[in-house]
């Protein structure tokens, strides 16, 4: 449901877009122990309101994957990326805006054939992104109780693994949601790559990683789920990692951080 550009339907602290004709007085996302409300109090803002401001900056990373945010930063202030592959081009996590500069860049690279959102911090205006280029969001079911902009571009999928094309898996991780997920890119790159968004959060030294239940409240995650994220991660192939903001970018001996940070996190419980 698209609805006027004018309505103030886009929380102003997470950037998650609502596709009701009424909003909550406080939006269900940042309420939730994982998030918070902005130090003063709920804002709810629109896209014009936005768009009197907002651009979309890319940044090529390898030669077939960009990232993409919004400036200046707005909301929790994630990266977007835009994997190209020959069968289709997939934009992993999205962004609270979207321009027709934004759009003409994009389909000048062919496009964009699925959308996968890593967890419900980043699913933002993922409707008007599925609208621009007519394609699928794939988010996992067990985040299904988060979605609040229902659509028909949304397709539910369940289990460990979905694979799309040209070797591209999402991945169910779990932890900071039941439904977190990462993107497998094991042609890409060197070695291959790991997308993150927070699923697996990248701290700013790029020698660590931290497997939260809230990273913004410091609220840990018990033993048995960072176990599960290590279970589903070990079998990768990849020696890059690429997260959620703009310092997240390790090119090399990913897979080494890995096992050290999750050997590191073990041995405390």
Same mark, same amino acid.
């Given at each position: +449901?698209?609805?006027?550009?004018?309505? &103030?339907?886009?929380? #102003?602290?997470?950037?998650?877009?609502?596709?009701?004709?009424? !909003?909550?007085? !406080?939006?269900?996302?940042?309420?939730?122990?994982?998030?918070?409300?902005?130090?003063?109090?709920? !804002?709810?803002?629109?896209?014009?309101?936005? $768009?009197?401001? %907002?651009? =979309?900056?890319?940044?090529?990373?390898?030669?077939? /994957?960009?990232?993409?945010?919004?400036?200046?930063?707005?909301? =929790?202030?994630?990266?977007?990326?835009?994997?190209? %592959?020959?069968?289709?081009?997939?934009?992993?996590?999205?962004?609270?805006?979207?321009?027709?500069?934004?759009?003409?860049?994009?389909?000048? /690279?062919?496009?964009?054939?699925?959308?996968? =959102?890593?967890?419900?911090?980043?699913?933002? /205006?993922?409707?008007?992104?599925?609208? $621009?280029?007519?394609?699928?969001?794939?988010?996992?079911?067990?985040? &299904?109780?988060? =979605?609040?902009?229902?659509?028909?571009?949304?397709?539910?999928?369940?289990?460990?693994?979905?694979?799309?094309?040209?070797?591209?898996s999402i991945v169910? !991780?779990?932890?900071?949601?039941?439904?977190?997920?990462?993107?497998?890119?094991?042609?890409?790159?060197?070695?291959?790559?790991?997308?993150?968004?927070?699923?697996?959060?990248?701290?700013?030294?790029?020698?660590?990683?931290?497997? +939260?239940?809230?990273?913004?409240?410091?609220?840990?995650?018990?033993?048995k789920d960072i176990e599960?994220?290590?279970?589903?991660?070990?079998?990768?192939?990849?020696?890059? +990692?690429?997260? $959620?903001?703009?310092? +997240? #970018?390790?090119?090399?001996?990913?897979?080494?951080?890995?096992?050290?940070?999750?050997?590191?996190? /073990?041995?405390?419980?």
């Amino acid at each position: +449901m698209i609805l006027s550009p004018s309505a &103030k339907n886009i929380c #102003n602290t997470c950037g998650v877009r609502y596709g009701t004709s009424i !909003v909550p007085a !406080v939006c269900d996302i940042c309420a939730d122990d994982r998030q918070y409300l902005g130090f003063t109090g709920q !804002v709810w803002t629109s896209y014009n309101e936005l $768009a009197a401001k %907002s651009s =979309i900056r890319f940044s090529r990373l390898l030669s077939t /994957l960009y990232d993409l945010r919004i400036t200046p930063a707005f909301a =929790i202030g994630q990266k977007a990326h835009l994997v190209l %592959s020959s069968a289709g081009n997939v934009l992993w996590d999205c962004l609270p805006f979207i321009d027709d500069q934004t759009i003409a860049f994009i389909r000048a /690279l062919g496009g964009i054939s699925a959308i996968a =959102i890593s967890h419900p911090h980043y699913y933002s /205006l993922m409707q008007d992104w599925a609208t $621009a280029f007519d394609c699928p969001i794939y988010l996992h079911a067990s985040d &299904k109780e988060w =979605i609040k902009d229902p659509g028909g571009y949304i397709e539910l999928w369940s289990g460990s693994v979905k694979t799309l094309w040209d070797n591209i898996s999402i991945v169910h !991780v779990g932890g900071h949601f039941a439904g977190s997920t990462i993107l497998h890119l094991p042609d890409h790159g060197r070695s291959g790559c790991l997308l993150t968004g927070d699923s697996i959060y990248i701290a700013p030294s790029r020698r660590h990683l931290a497997f +939260m239940y809230s990273y913004p409240n410091h609220i840990p995650l018990p033993k048995k789920d960072i176990e599960f994220i290590y279970e589903r991660v070990h079998p990768l192939s990849f020696d890059a +990692m690429y997260g $959620a903001f703009e310092w +997240m #970018n390790i090119t090399e001996g990913a897979r080494a951080i890995f096992e050290r940070s999750v050997s590191r996190y /073990l041995s405390i419980y």
